[in-house]
């Protein structure tokens, strides 16, 4: 069983940075591909970032070169820098990991930005 407890969310104002961290249970951050997802409200979730086993990182188009995906495996934590916040960004913010048959989800943490 694994699970995802993300930590570091809140408010903050347009143009500032948080950082958002996801601890797993199990040596999984560097064995599995390990992603972010967002659901602002009355929208569907939807992709943010992952970061594969080898490393290889993919961010959704709204987000490139303001968010950055990392993992510290020796902590099983995958984090999520923010930086130049916008109010488009306030959101529920989810890790997501994938182990056949089962997606995993963490319970979610909201993140809001106020301009």
């Known amino acids: 069983q694994v699970q995802l407890v993300e930590s570091g969310g809140g408010l903050v104002q347009a143009g500032g940075s948080l950082r958002l961290a996801c601890a797993a249970s199990g040596s999984i951050v560097s064995t599995r591909t390990m992603g972010w997802y967002r659901q602002a409200p009355g929208k569907q979730r939807e992709f943010v970032a992952r970061i594969t086993s080898g490393g290889i990182t993919e961010y959704a188009d709204s987000v490139k070169g303001r968010f950055t995906i990392s993992r510290d495996s020796a902590k099983n934590t995958v984090y999520l820098q923010m930086n130049s916040l916008k109010a488009e960004d306030t959101a529920v913010y989810y890790c997501?990991?994938?182990?056949?048959?089962?997606?995993?989800w963490g319970q979610g943490i909201q993140v809001t930005v106020s301009s």
């Open positions: 997501n990991t994938y182990m056949i048959p089962t997606n995993y």
